[in-house]
């Protein structure tokens, strides 16, 4: 009897003590998602519910950085960076535009040419259709803007090439050659038109050649109109070869763009 009664002793013992072991099992496995357990190099190991938040904020974050850089990347592909700089060549290198249209009048390019108080050749160029300089203005403006040109350019560049229409150099002024078209130096007179209005338009055609790669609106009379790289000088300041990125140009003098440039800055002080 005794024998037995220990043996139920130590049943209930066990049983006591497989219960105890069940129920700290449980509790571990309930718990053990909120616990941080440490890894051997000393990190901490999420498990659980815990380390299931920590992967959410993770994917967030990167998600986030995403969208950030989508943010500034431009849809061309480039960076904000390859941007700026590009912005800030192209600032660097905008100059006064051959083409475009103009707030200059007929009559401020006459007047702009009685400042200089020298007398116009009206004899020889009234027999080519311009007979004052007031028509020979209009002609510049109707010519330049059937091409969009900038009317002020090309005067402008005919007031310097032949010293407001006094001539004096190679060329002669009964060849209507406004911009010294096909002189090369060493006597060469360059081209020869057979009025004013065609002259002019031969002029605007080359100075359109060098602004753009667009074909003329016109018939072409610009004789050497071919022989220009189309769009190598957009600006006036570009025309002078010295300062044209690509040494291309209209003439090889030292700032010779520039000079016509400031002449045009006269324009508005009339």
């Known amino acids: 009897m005794i024998q037995a009664g220990e043996n139920v002793k130590k049943e209930k013992k066990k049983v006591i003590l497989e219960a105890g072991m069940a129920v700290m099992l449980f509790l571990l496995v309930v718990i053990g998602g909120r616990v941080c357990l440490k890894a051997a190099d000393g990190s901490r190991l999420e498990t659980g519910s815990q380390a299931e938040q920590s992967t959410k904020e993770t994917k967030a974050q990167k998600q986030s950085e995403q969208d950030g850089n989508a943010a500034i990347q431009p849809k061309d592909g480039k960076s904000k960076k390859d941007s ?150 957009p600006y006036v300041e570009w025309l002078g070869k010295q300062e044209n990125p690509q040494g291309q140009g209209w003439a090889t003098a030292e700032k010779y763009g520039d000079s016509i440039v400031e002449m045009i800055q006269n324009l508005p002080k009339l």
């Open 84 to 233: 700026e700089e590009a912005e800030t060549a192209a600032n660097v290198q905008e100059g006064y535009p051959i083409l475009g249209t103009s707030a200059v009048t007929a009559k401020e390019l006459a007047n702009y040419f009685k400042t200089a108080n020298l007398p116009y050749p009206s004899e020889v160029l009234g027999k080519g259709g311009a007979e004052d300089i007031e028509t020979f203005a209009q002609i510049y403006c109707e010519e330049a803007k059937a091409e969009g040109v900038r009317p002020e350019v090309a005067f402008v560049q005919t007031m310097k090439e032949t010293a407001w229409l006094q001539y004096g150099g190679d060329a002669k002024i009964e060849q209507y050659n406004f911009a010294g078209i096909g002189t090369t130096g060493n006597g060469v007179q360059g081209d020869s038109f057979p009025d004013v209005r065609t002259g002019i338009r031969a002029q605007i055609q080359h100075l359109k050649a060098y602004a753009t790669e667009e074909p003329l609106n016109q018939d072409c009379v610009d004789t050497r109109y071919q022989y220009v790289i189309k769009g190598s000088a």
